[in-house]
């Protein structure tokens, strides 16, 4: 039998060594990849894009660490190693240092800031005058109070959220991770007595490229173009997700549109927030003080409205994507205007908006009004007999309910959206007079320490879960303000309006599990047995939207699943009638929801008491009449978009100098060719290196 060819063996010789070689245990040697970093991605909307990127295979730089101001002279000018990455604690993190390194990009790869675990005094990186372009005040309307010509909401706000950077910018946590990258720092790269530190020097490299570009509607149009090729990648997607609301008397969710002789008043409140970061909005006194609240006051008014019901009905809204041009409410208002909604606007009596509530100064809590609306006798009227009932309702209650006292405009909220579509009368509760009390508006810092959520040491979960807080108390006098003047300005009945009080340990728990941690026994008994938190408060950033409602963020699932429990029936319902009620004759899946929760967990038991709970609470979508439109230049409608990305990575290694790598470099070069060129004289003349002589074929033993 003939030999096996020699170039056949050395082809499989090479390819064992090939699957033998572990590449990716090379890369560990080379590289320390920083896991908990969170980036600045970009977003777009009508006229432009905001946000940060990399290039598309990431920027690497010399990393420098900025301790003042004054240091950035070293990677902006001085350096002789560009391009740095600037690593700096978030007290440096400013509109000053930054766009003083942006204007210098070209000496800059990237910014890394270090989120400490303490607030700074104040940081607000949201604008001094959030949603001013798409609010209802305007050239003509309310002039004068257009673009914050009156009122600065946020004068702490420094806009860097709205600022576009043309390099990656991530955040660190104040951990080991960070810790090692500053110990490398100062190993290889601090420079001392003015002398440049030698090679090799500690490099950070930063991936996080954007697939879209310009604007919303250059997006939007790749998108469509995508969508027709074989492999499609789309390169943007609308913010957006899901409204939740409420009602104490069910609507057939069939019947759409204007209801005769049906009267409602509207108690609202926001969920989002936002962050510079990605991924990061926290919104404590932003959104979470005002949504408890008004959860705090549906549950207060759950039993009283069973027992004595009162003349109009009560709609609770929660507004998702408020902080990006008013999502939410925009569409719950278009979808009323269109047909689209189990009420129209004409069967809107008043609305009663629950902001930022929970840094009160003292007892004050404002009611801000629309100055413009009032100007109408028969507005004005409504709206003093709304402020009245509201003024009426502290009884035994350590709040004082008062008008701010001077002309000014609505603040930032979803009542003026309403307003864009219709006189409607109606009252924003806020903690301010004017500027708002929240020193980190938009920002990661809007957190439970801004809402001085503390509790005592040595408390177990459970233990804190259960512990009513100062803020708690607090939050539960205003909820049971709220629902009062609900139920009054619904036309309830006068001698059941003291009998109505919110529970502060409802409050406490929610606080807990919206700021503190989500993975709780009181948030786990109220929502369905296969949903899953983290022990981290939920994320308030609006994300992407979904035509689904199965993916509607997790934020808005447990507001959905809370706001059934606290105004839903427990029913005896069986799992599979839970899933199909509209097979029993009692149940009506037109007319409720329902909800197939774990239940809490008995003292003697194995299994959680797992039941199903019939609500008239219902979610409907948040995302923007102008995606619906196609209007993607709109200035009325919200267009703001997320770009997509591949992936986010963050990796330190050291790096040599620029003669070395050439050198390098080099060498590879030389010895491809070298083995080029004795590949192919191999190659030619194999037939004479690697002949193998035959033996006779004849041949006898």
């Known amino acids: 039998m003939g030999l096996v060819p020699s170039k056949w063996v050395l082809m499989l010789l090479v390819c064992w060594l090939c699957k033998n070689v572990n590449s990716s245990s ?21 006229t432009h ?40 604690e978030s007290s440096l993190f400013t509109r000053s240092i930054m766009m003083k390194i942006k204007n210098a990009s070209s000496r800059v790869a990237g910014v890394a800031v270090v989120i400490p675990t303490m607030s700074p005094p104040e940081f607000s990186p949201h604008t001094t005058c959030p949603n001013e372009n798409t609010g209802v005040y305007s050239d ?39 810790e090692t990258i500053k110990q490398c720092y100062v190993d290889h790269n601090l420079v001392e007595n003015g002398t440049t530190p030698q090679y090799p020097l500690c490099a950070l490299q930063l991936f996080s490229h954007m697939s879209a570009v310009t604007d919303t509607a250059t997006c939007m149009r790749r998108n469509d173009v995508i969508n027709f090729s ?27 549109g204007h209801r005769d002789n049906d009267s409602v008043v509207i108690a609202a409140a926001r969920l989002d927030s936002r962050a510079f970061f990605w991924d990061v909005a926290t919104g404590a006194e932003g959104s979470v003080s005002g949504f408890i609240t008004l959860l705090a006051a549906a549950q207060a008014l759950r039993d009283v409205t069973r027992e004595s019901p009162p003349t109009h009905n009560i709609l609770y809204a929660f507004f998702q994507g408020e902080a990006f041009d008013y999502i939410g409410s925009s569409r719950m208002v278009y979808d009323m205007e269109k047909g689209k909604f189990v009420i129209d606007l004409n069967n809107v009596h008043s609305l009663i908006e629950v902001g930022q509530v929970g840094l009160r100064n003292g007892s004050e809590l404002f009611l801000h009004t629309d100055p413009v609306s009032r100007m109408n006798d028969s507005i004005n009227d409504q709206v003093k007999k709304l402020v009245t009932n509201l003024q009426s309702s502290n009884a035994g209650m350590n709040v004082s309910l008062v008008e701010p006292g001077v002309s000014q405009p609505l603040p930032p909220s979803s009542l003026q959206r309403f307003l864009l579509a219709q006189n409607i009368p109606g009252v924003v509760l806020g903690d301010h007079r004017s500027a708002f009390n929240n020193k980190y508006y938009g920002s990661y810092y809007d957190n439970a320490a801004n809402l001085n959520l503390h509790y005592p040491d040595n408390l177990t979960t ?27 300005q619904a036309g309830g009945n006068e001698s059941q309006v ?48 979904s035509p689904l409602l199965a993916h509607a963020k997790t934020l808005t699932k447990i507001v959905q699943y809370l706001l059934a429990n606290l105004t839903g ?64 230049a709109s200035k009325t409608y919200s267009t703001w978009t997320e770009s997509r990305w591949k992936f986010i990575e963050a990796r330190m290694f050291l790096v040599a ?13 030389a010895v491809l060719f070298t083995s080029l060129l004795v590949t192919y004289f191999i190659s030619i003349k194999a037939d004479v290196l690697f002949s193998s002589v035959r033996e006779p074929a004849s041949a006898a033993y």
């Open 657 to 669: 100098s620029r003669d070395l790598e050439m050198l390098t470099l080099g060498v590879g070069v």
């Open 462 to 488: 459970e233990e804190q879960l259960e512990f009513v807080t100062e803020t708690a108390m607090a939050l539960s006098d205003v909820a049971t303000v709220v629902a009062r003047a609900l139920y009054k």
């Open 498 to 545: 003291n009998n109505i009080n919110a529970d502060p340990k409802t409050v406490t728990q929610m606080l807990f599990g919206f700021l503190v941690h989500a993975n709780n026994s009181w948030f786990q008994a109220r929502i369905p047995p296969d949903m899953k938190l983290e022990a981290s408060p939920p994320n308030f950033y609006v994300g992407i939207a």
């Open 569 to 632: 029936t427990a029913t005896n319902l069986t799992q599979d009638q839970c899933k199909k009620p509209d097979d029993l004759p009692d149940e009506s899946e037109q007319m409720h929801s329902y909800f197939w929760i774990r239940g809490t967990f008995p003292t003697n038991g194995t299994a959680n008491n797992t039941l199903c709970v019939r609500a008239s609470v219902r979610m409907s979508q948040a995302l923007s009449p102008a995606f619906d439109l196609r209007e993607f």
């Open 26 to 46: 090379v890369a560990q040697k080379i590289y320390v990849v920083v896991k908990n970093t969170v980036p600045c991605v970009r977003l777009l909307n009508a």
């Open 140 to 178: 003509s309307y309310g002039p004068d109070y257009a673009h914050c010509n009156t009122t600065v909401w946020n004068p702490r706000g420094n806009g860097l959220s709205y600022e576009e950077f043309d390099f990656p910018v991530f955040s660190l946590k104040e951990d080991n991770e960070t």
């Open 49 to 88: 894009q905001i946000g940060c990127q990399s290039s598309i295979s990431g920027d690497t730089g010399v990393i420098h660490v900025l301790e003042s101001e004054a240091d950035l002279e070293w990677p902006l000018s001085k350096g002789p190693n560009p391009p740095y990455m600037v690593l700096l």
């Open 230 to 256: 074989i492999n499609p990648e789309m390169v943007c997607d609308p913010l957006g997700d899901f409204n939740v609301w409420g009602t104490i008397r069910p609507y057939n969710k069939s019947e759409l």
